[in-house]
């Protein structure tokens, strides 16, 4: 069984339109979760980490966590086409070591 | 601001070389990270180190070592490249591992391709 799963997509959405990346962990230990962006070619940048349940806002992006359900979430608001890329979902577990686990990530996108 | 860099964007080796990848952080982060990125496999592990001279396998650490003689150097080595090596290599750093401090900081990437 994967550690993060995340389904690749590709996922289209109009501009202007909410877009919904869902990741899901098997480690129930886990404690950091951590939404990456990653445009074709270059290296994964941090956009949002969040560690409590609930809903966690910057800007047009918003982090959802349900630490029962193991699942973990990014809205992204009024979708842009520079919002364009490749969503990497990453879990780690501090109690176990600073092992990241990345899903394989999520292709979005955003149609003009 | 953080900052990782690394050696070289681009790098094209002759199967049988050594190859050398360097990785600089200057945030002062005790864990320094060594992954490849392949397309359909994600982000895989090849090294980790959380102290100077302190090295720790990832999931595929085969034909691959590392060095960490300073802190904020982390080297990546192939000891014999093979075309199975042609991928992205990421390095990453993070602080010591608290909740809250723990996120990890990407460099550029280097593409190395081995004919």
């Known amino acids: 069984q994967k550690e993060v799963e995340q389904n690749s997509g590709p996922l289209s959405v109009p501009e202007g339109a909410i877009a919904s990346l869902n990741c899901t962990y098997s480690?129930?230990?886990?404690?950091?979760f951590f939404w990456y962006r990653q445009y074709s070619g270059k290296s994964p940048e941090l956009i949002m980490s969040?560690?409590?349940?609930g809903d966690k806002e910057d800007g047009r992006f918003t982090a959802q966590l349900n630490k029962a359900s193991q699942y973990v979430s990014l809205l992204i608001r009024d979708s842009q086409p520079s919002d364009s890329a490749t969503y990497l979902c990453?879990?780690?577990?501090?109690?176990?070591?600073?092992?990241?686990?990345f899903g394989t990530g999520t292709s979005l996108t955003v149609i003009p | 601001d953080v900052k990782v860099t690394q050696s070289s964007r681009y790098l094209v080796k002759r199967t049988g070389e050594k190859v050398f990848l360097e990785c600089v952080q200057d945030m002062d982060h005790e864990n320094m990270f060594w992954y490849r990125q392949d397309p359909g496999l994600g982000l895989r592990l090849i090294y980790f180190s959380y102290d100077v001279k302190m090295k720790e396998k990832g999931d595929i650490p085969e034909g691959y070592s590392v060095s960490r003689e300073k802190k904020e150097r982390f080297s990546l080595i192939l000891e014999s490249a093979s075309t199975n090596q042609t991928s992205m290599y990421l390095c990453?750093?993070?602080?010591?591992?608290?909740?809250?401090?723990?996120?990890?900081?990407f460099g550029p990437g280097t593409r190395l391709t081995v004919l």
């Open positions: 990453a879990v780690n577990n501090i109690g176990t070591g600073n092992q990241f686990y």
């Open positions: 969040i560690y409590s349940n």
């Open positions: 990453a750093s993070s602080s010591e591992g608290l909740a809250g401090t723990d996120t990890q900081y």
């Open positions: 480690d129930r230990g886990s404690q950091s």
